[in-house]
């Protein structure tokens, strides 16, 4: 594809969004076409509302990560829609980011039920708190752990074996 | 366990982290009113390894071991995504023999994997066949790290494909037997029809994928949409059946296991030659006579020699794995490690839906309806 199609190729989501007039900064295309969209947390509840009325129910994963040492942390969410009889359905990953020292993001489950357990785990190994959650708690970890093992900062309780720096 | 003193009083059961059936260490906290459910909650992580945070700090080869042990009974699936991840970020072509050969892996551990969710006392011996062709190639008979970037580690024996093709004969008359043996039961009927129904609105929007989606009504099948791999060329149908039950999600892996015999049929007999790794990717940038070689240097650092590099972009690659959608979320680093390697687990997210579907059901339908959701705990806590 030429540079100046894949400049003017937008996601319909991200058309739509923009014809709406509603704040969202567009990160480009990953790999594969798909584009990512990074909105701000206030914004996060009803951009989610906005794409689910637009036609995309299937929350396939949501995932975080951090963004760098000691900078914010970011919670991926991707949607497709599931359509009878589609070909290369019609995907959108929103990326949804939240500083470091108090990261709060609003859920979305009661709009994509697929995230309960999800953003438990977020939240477990992250520490990325969901505001409306119905039951946000530890999952994969026991209940008493401190620290969110996920985080590039995070050390590993009572070892004491020689790391190696890569 | 107390005895309720009067009929209003709920009883809480802890279906505690072993039991008998073969799920694995999952614990049920469920509240009983009588024989009926009330409420049912998974307590999970008993078997959380940390599969993502030692992923960080570890090439794709060395990683390859790990990844076999999330979903132990369908092991080529976990291994193929952890190959395709990168081949997709690196853009790497796999030749078309490699291709074939994957396909049939999988198609064969698909059957593995639906035929262990059959039930041990039935499907044993069809299952120690293809562990025994699994063990021909690939040297393992669970675990086989058998996939590489660029293709498979080893091409097959001589012989194979001949042994293969009986096999799947032989599976078509044994499956005809459980289809008579099982599905006209009068029993097996009665403890599984109409027990757990899901309907199709309420299946995407708890974002379950596999066999629950299908059986549900909607045709969506990964090989079909994205077309990866080779399916294109083979001439197969989606399963799907209408009711939502237990009983839909039985009859649907029983089909899909005929289709995966038709879908290994036909790529036994179209398997074309040439080789089975994409060789350039094992070529690397190596410096010549590095003095760090010598023997005056001693390496105390587990660095690991120059391998495949992943760029610094991201990516979610997904196979329809018996189980539902597995899938991978990579952000690569301008490095041999990966920056983030989020494991997308089909049995995670389908027992998000357990505590909905045991209300109202008896605390003997709890085991039924957990099976039909056929969840393994190795990737369920990573």
């Known amino acids: 594809m030429k540079p100046e199609e894949i400049k003017k190729m937008q996601s319909p989501l991200s058309a739509w969004l923009v014809k709406h007039g509603l704040v969202h900064r567009s990160l480009g295309f990953d790999y594969q076409g798909i584009e990512t969209l990074q909105i701000k947390p206030e914004d996060w509840h009803s951009i989610a509302v906005i794409s689910y009325v637009y036609g995309y129910n299937y929350l396939r994963s949501q995932c975080a990560y951090d963004v760098a040492p000691g900078g914010p942390l970011a919670s991926v969410y991707h949607l497709t829609r599931i359509q009878y009889g589609v070909d290369q359905p019609e995907e959108v990953c929103i990326k949804v980011f939240a500083s470091r020292r108090n990261p709060k993001i609003p859920s979305v489950f009661w709009i994509w039920k697929s995230v309960d357990f999800q953003e438990r785990e977020s939240y477990d190994m992250l520490g990325i708190s969901y505001d409306n959650h119905p039951r946000l708690k530890r999952i994969l970890m026991p209940e008493s752990w401190i620290g969110w093992p996920l985080r590039k900062d995070y050390i590993a309780p009572n070892f004491y074996e020689i790391q190696d720096a890569h | 366990m107390t005895v309720p003193a009067t009929r209003k009083d709920l009883m809480i059961v802890n279906m505690g982290p072993h039991h008998p059936s073969m799920h694995g260490v999952l614990r049920l906290i469920v509240t009983l009113d009588g024989e009926d459910v009330i409420n049912c909650e998974p307590v999970l992580g008993y078997l959380h390894r940390g599969m993502e945070k030692i992923a960080e700090n570890r090439t794709i080869i060395q990683y390859l071991p790990y990844v076999t042990r999330w979903d132990y009974l369908a092991t080529m699936f976990t291994e193929a995504i952890t190959v395709n991840g990168p081949e997709q970020l690196g853009n790497i072509q796999v030749p078309k023999r490699a291709s074939y050969i994957r396909a049939i892996m999988l198609e064969l551990s698909r059957i593995a994997s639906h035929l262990l969710w059959l039930g041990p006392f039935m499907a044993d ?19 086989h790290n058998y996939f590489r970037i660029g293709g498979v580690a080893a091409d097959l024996p001589h012989g194979w494909i001949d042994k ?25 009927l009665e403890r599984v029809e109409g027990v757990g129904i899901i309907g199709g609105e309420e299946v995407i929007n708890w974002g379950l994928s596999g066999p629950m989606l299908r059986a549900s009504g909607i045709q969506w099948d990964l090989r079909k949409v994205d077309h990866y791999e080779c399916y294109d060329e083979f001439d197969w149908e989606v399963q799907w059946q209408k009711e939502g039950d237990s009983l839909a999600r039985y009859l649907v892996r029983i089909n899909e296991m005929k289709e995966s015999i038709k879908i290994i049929q036909q790529a036994l007999e179209g398997i074309p030659g040439g080789p089975y790794e994409n060789l350039e990717v094992r070529r690397f940038d190596r410096t010549k ?24 972009q991201e990516l979610y690659v997904r196979v329809e794995a018996p189980k539902g959608e597995l899938g991978i979320f990579l952000i690569g680093d301008q490095s041999i490690f990966p920056w983030r390697w989020k494991i997308r687990p089909p049995g995670f997210i ?29 990737e369920v806590d990573r």
């Not at chain 2, 839906?353 to 056929?374: E, F, H, N, W, Y």
């Open chain 2, 164 to 188: 293969c093709l009986d096999f799947c004969n032989y599976f078509l008359t044994v499956v005809a037997e459980y289809q008579k043996l099982i599905t006209r039961n009068p029993i097996f």
């Open chain 2, 125 to 143: 011996i069809e299952r120690e066949l293809i562990y025994d062709l699994f063990e021909a190639v690939t040297g393992m008979r669970m675990m």
């Open chain 2, 350 to 378: 389908n027992l998000q839906i357990l505590p909905q579907l045991v209300k109202r059901m008896k605390l003997a339908d709890i085991m039924t309806i957990l099976g039909s959701i056929d969840i393994i705990i190795g």
């Open chain 2, 289 to 312: 006579d590095s003095e760090w070689n010598d023997f005056e240097y001693r390496f105390i650092s587990k660095k690991p020699s120059p391998t495949f590099e992943l760029s610094k």
